[in-house]
């Protein structure tokens, strides 16, 4: 069992950047897919960025790249995502999920979630 806990969203102007964290409780973080993905207000949930267990393999939607980064601190059991260039379009709850195997873009891949937290751009 994995338990996700999301911090670091806020209230930002566009351009800004912003650094959320989800810092897991288990022994087995090591060994567990990460992603995060997004929900704005009346719209599906979203893929954002998913990273292997070693942090060695990243993904991004194509929204994203280029100015978002996922990495990971096993270490630490928590995994980051850092944003740069933000926009009003990224406005929404920022979830983490953990998963075994391969990262995935489906969040019906994901076993774990994160309670979310918000993330609003202004312009």
């Known amino acids: 069992q994995v338990q996700l806990v999301e911090s670091g969203g806020g209230s930002v102007q566009a351009g800004d950047s912003l650094r959320l964290s989800c810092a897991a409780s288990?022994?087995?973080?090591?060994?567990?897919?990460m992603g995060w993905f997004r929900q704005a207000p009346g719209k599906e949930r979203e893929f954002v960025a998913a990273?292997?267990?070693?942090?060695?393999?990243?993904y991004y939607a194509d929204s994203v790249k280029g100015r978002f980064t996922i990495s990971r601190d096993n270490a630490k059991n928590t995994v980051y995502l850092q944003m740069s260039s933000l926009k009003p379009e990224d406005t929404a709850v920022y979830y983490c999920?953990?998963?075994?195997?391969?990262?995935?873009?489906?969040?019906?891949?994901?076993?774990?979630w994160g309670q979310g937290t918000q993330v609003t751009v202004s312009s």
């Open positions: 990273i292997n267990w070693s942090g060695g393999s990243t």
């Open positions: 999920a953990g998963r075994r195997g391969y990262p995935n873009n489906s969040d019906s891949r994901y076993d774990y």
């Open positions: 288990g022994r087995t973080f090591s060994s567990y897919a």
